[in-house]
Protein backbone atom coordinates (compact mmCIF):
# COMPACT_ATOMS: atom_id res chain seq x y z
CA UNK A 1 0.00 0.00 0.00
CA UNK A 2 0.96 3.35 -1.13
CA UNK A 3 1.00 6.20 2.05
CA UNK A 4 -1.74 7.87 1.66
CA UNK A 5 -0.42 11.44 0.94
CA UNK A 6 1.10 10.35 -1.82
CA UNK A 7 -2.15 8.74 -3.14
CA UNK A 8 -3.95 12.22 -2.80
CA UNK A 9 -1.12 13.74 -4.83
CA UNK A 10 -1.01 11.71 -8.01
CA UNK A 11 -5.22 11.83 -7.55
CA UNK A 12 -4.91 15.72 -7.91
CA UNK A 13 -2.24 15.67 -10.69
CA UNK A 14 -4.22 12.94 -12.63
CA UNK A 15 -7.05 15.78 -12.69
CA UNK A 16 -4.85 17.94 -14.59
CA UNK A 17 -5.82 17.49 -18.64
CA UNK A 18 -3.16 15.37 -20.77
CA UNK A 19 -2.20 13.71 -17.59
CA UNK A 20 -3.28 9.70 -17.15
CA UNK A 21 -2.66 8.30 -14.15
CA UNK A 22 0.18 7.14 -14.76
CA UNK A 23 2.22 10.40 -15.54
CA UNK A 24 0.40 11.63 -12.57
CA UNK A 25 2.57 8.62 -10.50
CA UNK A 26 5.56 9.69 -12.53
CA UNK A 27 5.42 13.47 -11.51
CA UNK A 28 4.41 12.82 -7.69
CA UNK A 29 7.62 10.33 -7.50
CA UNK A 30 9.40 12.90 -8.84
CA UNK A 31 8.13 15.51 -6.29
CA UNK A 32 8.74 13.41 -3.90
CA UNK A 33 12.62 12.59 -4.55
CA UNK A 34 13.64 16.29 -4.91
CA UNK A 35 14.93 18.79 -2.81
CA UNK A 36 12.60 20.22 -0.42
CA UNK A 37 12.78 23.72 -1.98
CA UNK A 38 11.35 22.00 -4.89
CA UNK A 39 7.73 21.65 -3.25
CA UNK A 40 8.02 24.75 -1.11
CA UNK A 41 8.55 26.81 -4.57
CA UNK A 42 5.87 24.58 -6.53
CA UNK A 43 3.27 25.66 -2.92
CA UNK A 44 4.21 29.17 -3.53
CA UNK A 45 3.95 29.06 -7.34
CA UNK A 46 0.32 27.42 -7.09
CA UNK A 47 -1.09 29.40 -4.58
CA UNK A 48 0.77 32.35 -6.26
CA UNK A 49 -1.23 32.00 -9.72
CA UNK A 50 -4.55 31.47 -7.45
CA UNK A 51 -3.82 34.35 -5.58
CA UNK A 52 -2.35 37.17 -8.06
CA UNK A 53 -3.25 36.71 -11.64
CA UNK A 54 -6.48 37.76 -12.22
CA UNK A 55 -8.53 39.09 -15.51
CA UNK A 56 -7.68 42.44 -16.79
CA UNK A 57 -10.17 44.70 -16.55
CA UNK A 58 -10.40 46.20 -19.65
CA UNK A 59 -9.18 43.19 -22.31
CA UNK A 60 -10.00 40.25 -20.01
CA UNK A 61 -6.36 38.85 -20.85
CA UNK A 62 -4.42 37.72 -17.35
CA UNK A 63 -3.01 40.12 -15.33
CA UNK A 64 -1.30 40.67 -12.09
CA UNK A 65 -2.94 44.25 -11.67
CA UNK A 66 -5.92 46.12 -12.70
CA UNK A 67 -4.79 46.22 -16.13
CA UNK A 68 -2.97 43.65 -17.96
CA UNK A 69 0.58 44.93 -20.31
CA UNK A 70 -1.17 44.88 -23.97
CA UNK A 71 -3.89 47.50 -22.87
CA UNK A 72 -0.88 49.78 -20.59
CA UNK A 73 2.28 49.65 -23.36
CA UNK A 74 1.71 52.79 -24.56
CA UNK A 75 3.53 51.52 -28.18
CA UNK A 76 0.73 49.31 -28.97
CA UNK A 77 -1.77 50.85 -31.78
CA UNK A 78 -5.37 51.82 -30.52
CA UNK A 79 -6.86 52.02 -33.71
CA UNK A 80 -6.59 47.98 -34.08
CA UNK A 81 -8.49 45.87 -31.79
CA UNK A 82 -7.99 41.84 -32.23
CA UNK A 83 -10.53 39.37 -31.00
CA UNK A 84 -10.00 36.40 -29.59
CA UNK A 85 -11.72 33.33 -27.99
CA UNK A 86 -9.18 32.45 -25.45
CA UNK A 87 -5.98 33.43 -23.60
CA UNK A 88 -4.09 30.87 -25.62
CA UNK A 89 -4.90 31.73 -28.61
CA UNK A 90 -4.02 35.67 -27.54
CA UNK A 91 -0.83 33.95 -26.81
CA UNK A 92 -0.11 32.46 -30.35
CA UNK A 93 -1.05 35.62 -32.30
CA UNK A 94 1.32 37.44 -29.96
CA UNK A 95 4.52 35.06 -30.64
CA UNK A 96 4.14 36.11 -34.48
CA UNK A 97 5.28 39.63 -32.76
CA UNK A 98 3.50 40.75 -35.88
CA UNK A 99 0.56 42.57 -34.23
CA UNK A 100 1.08 45.74 -32.59
CA UNK A 101 -2.45 46.66 -31.91
CA UNK A 102 -4.74 45.78 -28.92
CA UNK A 103 -6.93 42.69 -27.73
CA UNK A 104 -10.18 41.56 -26.08
CA UNK A 105 -10.74 37.69 -25.09
CA UNK A 106 -14.04 36.29 -25.13
CA UNK A 107 -13.39 33.48 -23.07
CA UNK A 108 -15.52 31.44 -25.44
CA UNK A 109 -17.68 31.31 -28.51
CA UNK A 110 -21.42 31.38 -29.01
CA UNK A 111 -22.53 27.61 -28.97
CA UNK A 112 -25.92 27.02 -28.56
CA UNK A 113 -25.59 23.75 -27.90
CA UNK A 114 -23.22 24.22 -24.98
CA UNK A 115 -25.97 27.05 -23.87
CA UNK A 116 -23.48 29.46 -23.88
CA UNK A 117 -25.02 32.44 -25.62
CA UNK A 118 -23.94 36.07 -25.88
CA UNK A 119 -24.35 36.90 -22.14
CA UNK A 120 -22.14 34.59 -21.16
CA UNK A 121 -19.18 36.17 -23.33
CA UNK A 122 -17.27 39.08 -23.24
CA UNK A 123 -19.35 40.91 -25.75
CA UNK A 124 -20.97 43.38 -23.51
CA UNK A 125 -17.71 44.66 -22.32
CA UNK A 126 -16.34 45.07 -25.74
CA UNK A 127 -18.94 47.43 -27.06
CA UNK A 128 -18.23 49.62 -24.17
CA UNK A 129 -14.68 50.01 -25.23
CA UNK A 130 -15.77 50.41 -28.61
CA UNK A 131 -18.09 53.34 -27.69
CA UNK A 132 -15.36 56.24 -27.58
CA UNK A 133 -14.51 55.75 -30.95
CA UNK A 134 -11.11 55.22 -31.19
CA UNK A 135 -11.12 51.72 -32.67
CA UNK A 136 -11.27 51.66 -36.58
CA UNK A 137 -10.14 47.89 -37.33
CA UNK A 138 -11.58 45.15 -35.04
CA UNK A 139 -9.95 42.03 -36.29
CA UNK A 140 -11.96 38.70 -35.31
CA UNK A 141 -9.80 35.66 -34.83
CA UNK A 142 -12.07 32.77 -33.41
CA UNK A 143 -11.57 29.38 -34.86
CA UNK A 144 -12.78 28.88 -38.67
CA UNK A 145 -15.27 25.88 -36.83
CA UNK A 146 -18.99 26.40 -36.89
CA UNK A 147 -19.33 28.30 -33.44
CA UNK A 148 -15.90 30.52 -34.03
CA UNK A 149 -17.68 31.50 -37.51
CA UNK A 150 -20.94 32.08 -35.96
CA UNK A 151 -19.27 34.24 -33.30
CA UNK A 152 -17.58 36.40 -36.07
CA UNK A 153 -20.55 36.70 -37.80
CA UNK A 154 -22.54 37.73 -35.00
CA UNK A 155 -19.54 40.47 -34.01
CA UNK A 156 -19.76 41.42 -37.26
CA UNK A 157 -23.43 42.08 -37.40
CA UNK A 158 -22.91 44.26 -34.52
CA UNK A 159 -20.21 46.26 -35.25
CA UNK A 160 -20.83 47.05 -38.77
CA UNK A 161 -23.28 49.37 -37.60
CA UNK A 162 -21.02 51.61 -35.67
CA UNK A 163 -18.89 52.44 -38.54
CA UNK A 164 -16.04 49.93 -37.38
CA UNK A 165 -14.40 48.02 -40.12
CA UNK A 166 -14.66 44.31 -39.34
CA UNK A 167 -11.96 42.11 -40.84
CA UNK A 168 -11.74 38.01 -40.21
CA UNK A 169 -8.39 36.55 -40.27
CA UNK A 170 -7.53 34.56 -43.82
CA UNK A 171 -8.09 31.00 -43.84
CA UNK A 172 -5.73 28.88 -46.13
CA UNK A 173 -2.55 26.22 -46.21
CA UNK A 174 -0.17 26.68 -43.44
CA UNK A 175 2.99 28.93 -44.47
CA UNK A 176 5.88 26.72 -45.05
CA UNK A 177 3.54 23.32 -44.60
CA UNK A 178 3.64 20.63 -47.25
CA UNK A 179 0.47 20.23 -49.28
CA UNK A 180 0.65 17.12 -48.75
CA UNK A 181 -0.06 17.74 -44.53
CA UNK A 182 -2.85 20.02 -45.13
CA UNK A 183 -6.17 18.21 -43.77
CA UNK A 184 -8.71 17.87 -46.85
CA UNK A 185 -10.95 20.36 -45.93
CA UNK A 186 -8.29 23.27 -45.37
CA UNK A 187 -6.96 21.96 -49.16
CA UNK A 188 -10.53 21.88 -50.46
CA UNK A 189 -10.65 25.35 -48.82
CA UNK A 190 -7.39 26.83 -49.93
CA UNK A 191 -8.23 25.11 -53.79
CA UNK A 192 -11.67 26.93 -54.03
CA UNK A 193 -10.03 30.22 -52.50
CA UNK A 194 -7.38 30.13 -54.98
CA UNK A 195 -5.94 33.23 -56.71
CA UNK A 196 -5.03 34.69 -60.03
CA UNK A 197 -0.56 35.24 -59.75
CA UNK B 1 -5.82 -0.92 -52.73
CA UNK B 2 -6.34 -4.59 -51.38
CA UNK B 3 -7.23 -5.80 -48.40
CA UNK B 4 -5.18 -8.28 -47.40
CA UNK B 5 -6.01 -9.18 -44.13
CA UNK B 6 -9.08 -9.45 -42.03
CA UNK B 7 -9.08 -9.19 -37.73
CA UNK B 8 -12.79 -9.02 -36.47
CA UNK B 9 -13.17 -9.28 -32.62
CA UNK B 10 -16.61 -8.98 -30.62
CA UNK B 11 -18.35 -7.28 -33.61
CA UNK B 12 -21.68 -7.89 -33.81
CA UNK B 13 -22.39 -11.76 -33.31
CA UNK B 14 -19.23 -12.35 -34.77
CA UNK B 15 -16.79 -13.46 -31.54
CA UNK B 16 -13.51 -13.73 -34.01
CA UNK B 17 -12.97 -13.91 -37.14
CA UNK B 18 -9.12 -13.91 -38.80
CA UNK B 19 -9.45 -14.22 -42.88
CA UNK B 20 -7.11 -13.63 -45.79
CA UNK B 21 -9.95 -12.13 -48.68
CA UNK B 22 -9.09 -12.54 -51.82
CA UNK B 23 -8.08 -10.22 -54.17
CA UNK B 24 -10.87 -10.65 -56.49
CA UNK B 25 -14.61 -12.15 -55.11
CA UNK B 26 -14.98 -13.58 -51.01
CA UNK B 27 -17.89 -15.68 -50.56
CA UNK B 28 -19.91 -15.59 -47.28
CA UNK B 29 -22.30 -18.42 -47.21
CA UNK B 30 -24.24 -18.92 -44.40
CA UNK B 31 -28.10 -19.07 -43.47
CA UNK B 32 -29.90 -16.27 -42.16
CA UNK B 33 -28.65 -14.68 -38.54
CA UNK B 34 -25.67 -16.60 -38.77
CA UNK B 35 -23.60 -13.35 -38.93
CA UNK B 36 -22.58 -12.61 -42.82
CA UNK B 37 -24.23 -9.09 -42.69
CA UNK B 38 -21.97 -8.41 -39.46
CA UNK B 39 -18.97 -8.94 -41.71
CA UNK B 40 -19.83 -7.04 -44.22
CA UNK B 41 -20.88 -4.43 -41.40
CA UNK B 42 -17.38 -4.69 -39.72
CA UNK B 43 -15.80 -4.05 -42.95
CA UNK B 44 -17.79 -1.06 -44.14
CA UNK B 45 -17.30 0.29 -40.36
CA UNK B 46 -13.40 -0.04 -40.63
CA UNK B 47 -13.57 1.49 -44.13
CA UNK B 48 -15.99 4.57 -43.42
CA UNK B 49 -15.77 4.63 -39.42
CA UNK B 50 -19.86 4.93 -39.77
CA UNK B 51 -22.45 2.07 -38.83
CA UNK B 52 -23.82 0.89 -42.21
CA UNK B 53 -27.39 0.38 -41.00
CA UNK B 54 -28.54 3.50 -38.93
CA UNK B 55 -27.75 1.89 -35.25
CA UNK B 56 -25.84 3.33 -32.44
CA UNK B 57 -22.52 2.56 -31.90
CA UNK B 58 -22.78 0.45 -28.18
CA UNK B 59 -25.02 -2.35 -30.45
CA UNK B 60 -21.78 -2.64 -32.56
CA UNK B 61 -20.06 -4.84 -29.66
CA UNK B 62 -20.90 -8.22 -29.56
CA UNK B 63 -23.82 -8.87 -26.34
CA UNK B 64 -22.11 -9.19 -23.22
CA UNK B 65 -18.76 -7.98 -24.52
CA UNK B 66 -17.09 -4.46 -23.71
CA UNK B 67 -15.17 -4.14 -26.76
CA UNK B 68 -15.56 -4.71 -30.47
CA UNK B 69 -12.27 -4.45 -32.79
CA UNK B 70 -12.16 -4.58 -36.30
CA UNK B 71 -8.41 -4.56 -38.40
CA UNK B 72 -7.59 -4.76 -41.90
CA UNK B 73 -3.91 -4.82 -43.48
CA UNK B 74 -4.47 -2.70 -46.84
CA UNK B 75 -1.83 -2.43 -49.69
CA UNK B 76 -2.64 1.00 -50.55
CA UNK B 77 -0.63 2.33 -53.35
CA UNK B 78 2.32 -0.50 -52.84
CA UNK B 79 2.60 0.33 -49.27
CA UNK B 80 1.18 -1.75 -46.36
CA UNK B 81 -0.58 -0.22 -43.85
CA UNK B 82 -2.94 -1.51 -40.80
CA UNK B 83 -6.25 0.20 -40.08
CA UNK B 84 -7.84 -0.62 -36.97
CA UNK B 85 -11.32 0.71 -35.45
CA UNK B 86 -12.34 0.40 -31.71
CA UNK B 87 -15.49 0.61 -30.09
CA UNK B 88 -15.80 0.68 -26.52
CA UNK B 89 -18.63 2.65 -24.24
CA UNK B 90 -19.99 4.16 -27.21
CA UNK B 91 -16.97 5.54 -28.46
CA UNK B 92 -14.70 4.75 -31.00
CA UNK B 93 -11.13 5.02 -31.62
CA UNK B 94 -9.08 4.49 -34.84
CA UNK B 95 -5.40 3.44 -35.40
CA UNK B 96 -3.60 3.85 -38.00
CA UNK B 97 -0.38 1.13 -38.46
CA UNK B 98 -0.87 0.99 -34.16
CA UNK B 99 -1.32 4.74 -33.62
CA UNK B 100 -4.09 6.27 -32.68
CA UNK B 101 -5.32 8.45 -35.86
CA UNK B 102 -5.45 12.04 -34.86
CA UNK B 103 -7.25 12.95 -37.76
CA UNK B 104 -9.88 11.13 -40.32
CA UNK B 105 -7.82 12.23 -43.54
CA UNK B 106 -4.59 9.61 -42.09
CA UNK B 107 -7.16 7.40 -41.84
CA UNK B 108 -9.05 7.24 -44.65
CA UNK B 109 -6.22 8.20 -47.07
CA UNK B 110 -6.98 5.80 -50.09
CA UNK B 111 -9.83 3.89 -48.64
CA UNK B 112 -12.98 3.42 -50.28
CA UNK B 113 -15.60 1.41 -50.70
CA UNK B 114 -19.29 0.92 -51.49
CA UNK B 115 -21.59 -0.92 -50.35
CA UNK B 116 -24.82 -2.64 -51.77
CA UNK B 117 -27.69 -3.55 -49.32
CA UNK B 118 -31.22 -5.06 -50.05
CA UNK B 119 -32.05 -1.97 -47.67
CA UNK B 120 -30.75 0.36 -50.51
CA UNK B 121 -33.35 -1.53 -52.77
CA UNK B 122 -36.09 0.25 -50.78
CA UNK B 123 -34.22 3.68 -51.85
CA UNK B 124 -36.79 4.36 -54.58
CA UNK B 125 -39.67 3.92 -52.39
CA UNK B 126 -38.80 5.12 -49.00
CA UNK B 127 -38.85 8.50 -47.65
CA UNK B 128 -36.69 11.27 -48.25
CA UNK B 129 -34.65 10.55 -45.48
CA UNK B 130 -33.49 7.52 -47.09
CA UNK B 131 -32.77 8.56 -50.07
CA UNK B 132 -30.66 11.12 -48.67
CA UNK B 133 -28.28 8.84 -46.74
CA UNK B 134 -28.12 6.68 -49.76
CA UNK B 135 -26.61 10.20 -52.26
CA UNK B 136 -24.70 11.12 -49.13
CA UNK B 137 -22.77 7.74 -48.63
CA UNK B 138 -21.89 7.86 -52.36
CA UNK B 139 -20.91 11.88 -51.83
CA UNK B 140 -18.94 10.72 -49.18
CA UNK B 141 -17.09 7.47 -51.02
CA UNK B 142 -15.96 10.15 -53.59
CA UNK B 143 -14.76 12.79 -51.58
CA UNK B 144 -13.99 12.28 -48.25
CA UNK B 145 -13.37 15.79 -46.73
CA UNK B 146 -17.60 15.79 -47.00
CA UNK B 147 -17.52 13.95 -43.62
CA UNK B 148 -15.63 16.80 -41.89
CA UNK B 149 -18.14 19.41 -44.08
CA UNK B 150 -21.27 16.92 -43.30
CA UNK B 151 -20.90 17.23 -39.64
CA UNK B 152 -20.17 21.10 -39.38
CA UNK B 153 -23.38 21.22 -41.66
CA UNK B 154 -25.26 19.03 -38.73
CA UNK B 155 -23.77 20.79 -36.06
CA UNK B 156 -24.96 24.45 -37.41
CA UNK B 157 -28.26 23.04 -38.31
CA UNK B 158 -28.49 21.77 -34.52
CA UNK B 159 -27.35 25.01 -33.26
CA UNK B 160 -30.07 27.18 -35.22
CA UNK B 161 -32.66 24.43 -34.11
CA UNK B 162 -31.93 24.84 -30.50
CA UNK B 163 -32.04 29.21 -30.39
CA UNK B 164 -35.23 28.35 -32.19
CA UNK B 165 -36.85 25.94 -29.83
CA UNK B 166 -34.69 28.79 -26.79
CA UNK B 167 -36.48 31.93 -28.68
CA UNK B 168 -33.02 32.86 -28.30
CA UNK B 169 -32.83 37.05 -30.19
CA UNK B 170 -32.82 37.47 -33.57
CA UNK B 171 -29.73 38.96 -33.57
CA UNK B 172 -28.54 35.22 -32.23
CA UNK B 173 -30.38 33.44 -34.79
CA UNK B 174 -28.93 35.45 -37.50
CA UNK B 175 -25.61 34.47 -36.88
CA UNK B 176 -26.42 30.76 -37.10
CA UNK B 177 -28.91 31.41 -40.08
CA UNK B 178 -24.79 32.28 -41.94
CA UNK B 179 -23.38 29.54 -40.05
CA UNK B 180 -26.14 27.22 -41.41
CA UNK B 181 -25.77 28.65 -45.33
CA UNK B 182 -22.44 28.59 -45.37
CA UNK B 183 -21.96 25.50 -44.13
CA UNK B 184 -25.54 24.11 -46.44
CA UNK B 185 -23.66 25.57 -49.09
CA UNK B 186 -20.97 23.54 -49.49
CA UNK B 187 -23.16 20.25 -48.69
CA UNK B 188 -25.05 21.45 -51.78
CA UNK B 189 -22.08 21.59 -54.24
CA UNK B 190 -20.91 18.36 -53.22
CA UNK B 191 -23.90 16.55 -53.88
CA UNK B 192 -23.98 18.68 -57.25
CA UNK B 193 -20.61 17.22 -57.70
CA UNK B 194 -21.20 14.14 -57.08
CA UNK B 195 -24.68 14.03 -59.30
CA UNK B 196 -23.00 15.79 -62.25
CA UNK B 197 -20.39 12.81 -62.54
CA UNK B 198 -22.57 9.87 -61.18
CA UNK B 199 -26.13 11.12 -62.83
CA UNK B 200 -25.23 10.42 -66.48
CA UNK B 201 -23.44 6.84 -65.65
CA UNK B 202 -26.50 5.81 -63.62
CA UNK B 203 -28.33 6.77 -66.81
CA UNK B 204 -26.74 4.95 -69.10
CA UNK B 205 -26.08 1.84 -67.02
CA UNK B 206 -30.30 2.02 -66.11
CA UNK B 207 -30.46 1.63 -69.56
CA UNK B 208 -27.95 -1.54 -70.30
CA UNK B 209 -30.16 -3.43 -67.67
CA UNK B 210 -33.83 -2.54 -68.18
CA UNK B 211 -35.70 -1.43 -71.04
CA UNK B 212 -37.28 1.18 -68.68
CA UNK B 213 -37.92 5.28 -70.26
CA UNK B 214 -36.16 8.15 -69.98
CA UNK B 215 -34.60 7.88 -66.87
CA UNK B 216 -33.71 10.96 -64.71
CA UNK B 217 -31.61 12.05 -61.64
CA UNK B 218 -32.02 15.21 -60.02
CA UNK B 219 -31.98 16.79 -56.86
CA UNK B 220 -35.01 19.04 -55.58
CA UNK B 221 -33.46 21.95 -53.14
CA UNK B 222 -36.01 22.52 -50.91
CA UNK B 223 -37.44 25.92 -51.02
CA UNK B 224 -34.88 27.65 -53.19
CA UNK B 225 -36.64 27.92 -55.97
CA UNK B 226 -36.65 26.47 -59.42
CA UNK B 227 -34.02 28.86 -60.53
CA UNK B 228 -31.58 28.79 -57.62
CA UNK B 229 -27.43 29.96 -58.43
CA UNK B 230 -25.04 27.13 -58.83
CA UNK B 231 -22.07 28.50 -57.40
CA UNK B 232 -21.66 27.92 -53.76
CA UNK B 233 -21.29 31.51 -52.84
CA UNK B 234 -24.86 31.96 -55.05
CA UNK B 235 -25.88 29.16 -52.91
CA UNK B 236 -25.10 30.69 -49.83
CA UNK B 237 -26.93 33.68 -50.80
CA UNK B 238 -29.77 31.77 -51.82
CA UNK B 239 -30.05 29.90 -48.46
CA UNK B 240 -29.41 33.09 -46.11
CA UNK B 241 -32.07 34.41 -48.14
CA UNK B 242 -34.89 31.58 -47.61
CA UNK B 243 -33.49 31.25 -43.84
CA UNK B 244 -34.26 34.52 -43.33
CA UNK B 245 -37.64 34.33 -44.95
CA UNK B 246 -39.00 31.79 -43.16
CA UNK B 247 -37.57 32.45 -39.84
CA UNK B 248 -41.13 33.14 -38.42
CA UNK B 249 -41.92 30.26 -39.67
CA UNK B 250 -38.92 28.29 -38.51
CA UNK B 251 -39.49 30.19 -34.75
CA UNK B 252 -43.41 28.59 -34.68
CA UNK B 253 -42.26 24.86 -35.42
CA UNK B 254 -39.24 25.16 -33.56
CA UNK B 255 -37.19 23.65 -36.51
CA UNK B 256 -35.06 24.84 -39.55
CA UNK B 257 -37.51 23.90 -42.73
CA UNK B 258 -35.15 24.78 -45.73
CA UNK B 259 -31.49 23.27 -45.72
CA UNK B 260 -29.41 20.32 -47.16
CA UNK B 261 -31.35 18.13 -44.76
CA UNK B 262 -34.55 18.83 -45.93
CA UNK B 263 -33.77 17.97 -49.70
CA UNK B 264 -34.43 15.18 -52.04
CA UNK B 265 -32.90 13.00 -54.67
CA UNK B 266 -35.12 13.10 -57.31
CA UNK B 267 -34.80 9.75 -59.11
CA UNK B 268 -37.63 10.06 -62.27
CA UNK B 269 -38.98 7.80 -65.18
CA UNK B 270 -40.39 9.03 -68.41
CA UNK B 271 -40.23 12.43 -66.35
CA UNK B 272 -42.59 10.90 -63.53
CA UNK B 273 -41.31 10.61 -59.97
CA UNK B 274 -40.36 6.65 -59.85
CA UNK B 275 -41.44 7.23 -56.07
CA UNK B 276 -45.00 7.06 -57.15
CA UNK B 277 -44.94 5.33 -60.46
CA UNK B 278 -42.16 2.92 -60.47
CA UNK B 279 -42.83 -0.68 -60.02
CA UNK B 280 -40.86 -2.73 -57.14
CA UNK B 281 -38.88 -4.70 -60.57
CA UNK B 282 -38.10 -0.75 -61.78
CA UNK B 283 -37.30 0.89 -58.62
CA UNK B 284 -34.60 -1.97 -58.37
CA UNK B 285 -33.10 -2.13 -61.63
CA UNK B 286 -32.88 1.85 -61.02
CA UNK B 287 -30.74 1.38 -57.95
CA UNK B 288 -28.89 -1.46 -59.32
CA UNK B 289 -27.94 1.32 -62.40
CA UNK B 290 -27.07 3.64 -59.76
CA UNK B 291 -24.49 1.29 -57.54
CA UNK B 292 -22.63 -0.12 -61.04
CA UNK B 293 -22.30 3.65 -62.02
CA UNK B 294 -21.17 4.19 -58.48
CA UNK B 295 -18.53 1.93 -58.96
CA UNK B 296 -16.95 2.98 -62.45
CA UNK B 297 -17.30 6.85 -60.81
CA UNK B 298 -14.41 5.88 -57.55
CA UNK B 299 -12.60 3.71 -60.36
CA UNK B 300 -12.89 7.01 -62.68
CA UNK B 301 -11.90 9.06 -60.01
CA UNK B 302 -9.46 7.40 -58.17
CA UNK B 303 -8.19 5.43 -60.93
CA UNK B 304 -8.74 1.76 -58.99
CA UNK B 305 -11.96 0.09 -58.13
CA UNK B 306 -13.56 0.61 -54.70
CA UNK B 307 -13.74 -2.69 -52.38
CA UNK B 308 -17.43 -3.79 -53.04
CA UNK B 309 -19.62 -5.05 -50.34
CA UNK B 310 -22.79 -7.09 -51.31
CA UNK B 311 -25.03 -8.28 -48.94
CA UNK B 312 -26.99 -10.78 -50.13
CA UNK B 313 -28.46 -8.52 -53.02
CA UNK B 314 -28.85 -11.41 -55.29
CA UNK B 315 -31.96 -13.27 -54.37
CA UNK B 316 -33.23 -9.76 -54.52
CA UNK B 317 -32.88 -9.49 -57.51
CA UNK B 318 -34.25 -11.24 -60.65
CA UNK B 319 -32.11 -14.00 -62.77
CA UNK B 320 -31.16 -11.68 -65.44
CA UNK B 321 -30.11 -8.74 -63.53
CA UNK B 322 -28.28 -10.62 -61.16
CA UNK B 323 -26.25 -12.11 -64.12
CA UNK B 324 -25.61 -8.17 -64.82
CA UNK B 325 -24.72 -7.17 -61.60
CA UNK B 326 -21.94 -10.25 -61.40
CA UNK B 327 -20.82 -10.16 -64.50
CA UNK B 328 -19.78 -6.13 -64.12
CA UNK B 329 -18.53 -7.20 -60.48
CA UNK B 330 -16.47 -9.85 -62.51
CA UNK B 331 -15.60 -7.34 -64.69
CA UNK B 332 -14.23 -4.40 -62.61
CA UNK B 333 -11.38 -6.65 -61.34
CA UNK B 334 -12.51 -5.51 -58.12
CA UNK B 335 -11.61 -7.23 -54.56
CA UNK B 336 -15.30 -7.81 -53.55
CA UNK B 337 -16.88 -9.04 -50.44
CA UNK B 338 -20.61 -10.99 -51.53
CA UNK B 339 -22.85 -12.62 -48.73
CA UNK B 340 -25.55 -14.84 -50.07
CA UNK B 341 -27.51 -17.92 -48.72
CA UNK B 342 -27.00 -19.63 -52.05
CA UNK B 343 -23.82 -19.97 -53.53
CA UNK B 344 -24.91 -20.89 -57.09
CA UNK B 345 -26.46 -16.91 -56.95
CA UNK B 346 -22.87 -15.83 -57.34
CA UNK B 347 -21.21 -17.95 -58.86
CA UNK B 348 -20.40 -15.79 -61.44
CA UNK B 349 -18.87 -13.54 -59.87
CA UNK B 350 -16.53 -15.86 -58.42
CA UNK B 351 -13.25 -17.53 -60.14
CA UNK B 352 -10.29 -19.71 -59.22
CA UNK B 353 -9.06 -17.51 -56.47
CA UNK B 354 -12.36 -17.12 -54.98
CA UNK B 355 -12.34 -17.30 -50.93
CA UNK B 356 -15.22 -19.43 -49.75
CA UNK B 357 -16.03 -18.67 -46.57
CA UNK B 358 -19.21 -20.07 -43.98
CA UNK B 359 -20.69 -18.49 -41.26
CA UNK B 360 -22.61 -19.91 -39.04
CA UNK B 361 -23.71 -18.93 -35.49
CA UNK B 362 -20.99 -15.98 -35.72
CA UNK B 363 -17.92 -18.55 -36.60
CA UNK B 364 -16.74 -17.80 -39.88
CA UNK B 365 -14.49 -20.89 -41.51
CA UNK B 366 -12.93 -21.22 -44.24
CA UNK B 367 -14.95 -24.47 -47.08
CA UNK B 368 -13.82 -24.90 -50.85
CA UNK B 369 -17.08 -27.41 -50.67
CA UNK B 370 -18.87 -24.28 -51.42
CA UNK B 371 -17.63 -23.80 -54.53
CA UNK B 372 -20.47 -24.46 -57.00
CA UNK B 373 -19.80 -27.40 -59.58
CA UNK B 374 -19.62 -25.33 -62.81
CA UNK B 375 -16.85 -22.70 -61.43
CA UNK B 376 -14.48 -25.80 -60.15
Known amino acids: MTPDPLNRLVAQLSKLPGIGE ?11 RAPDDYATELVAALQEVKSKVRLCTRCFSLTEGQL ?44 PLEGIG ?3 LRIQELLVRLEDGKVEEVIVATNPDVEGEATALYLMRLLKPMGIRVTRLAQGLPMGG ?15 GRREL | MLLEQLQIADFRNLHAVNVRPSPHATVVVGANGQGKTSL ?3 VYFLCTLRPLRANRLSELVR ?14 GGAEREISV ?4 GLRQAFVDGKKAAKLEDYFGGVSVVAFTPDDLAVVKGGPEVRRAFLDRAVFNRFPAYLREHRAYQRALKSRNRLLKEHAPASYVEAYDEAVARTGARVLVRRRELLDELGPRAVSAVRAISQLPDVGVGYTALHLGAHHPQTEEGLEQALLHALVERLDRDRDRGFTSVGPHADDLQLTLGGRSARAYASQGQGRALVLGWKIAEIENVRAAFGRPPLLLLDDVSSELDPERNAFLMHTVAESRAQVL ?3 TDASLVARAAGPDTLWLRVEAGEISEDARLRPARTA
Open chain 1, 22 to 32: KTAQRLAFHIL
Open chain 1, 68 to 111: CGFCTDPRRDDRVLCVVEGIADLMALEKTREFKGRYHVLHGVLS
Open chain 1, 118 to 120: PEQ
Open chain 1, 178 to 192: DLEFADQATLARALS
Open chain 2, 40 to 42: LEA
Open chain 2, 63 to 76: FGTEQATVAGRFTL
Open chain 2, 86 to 89: QVAA
Open chain 2, 338 to 340: LTT
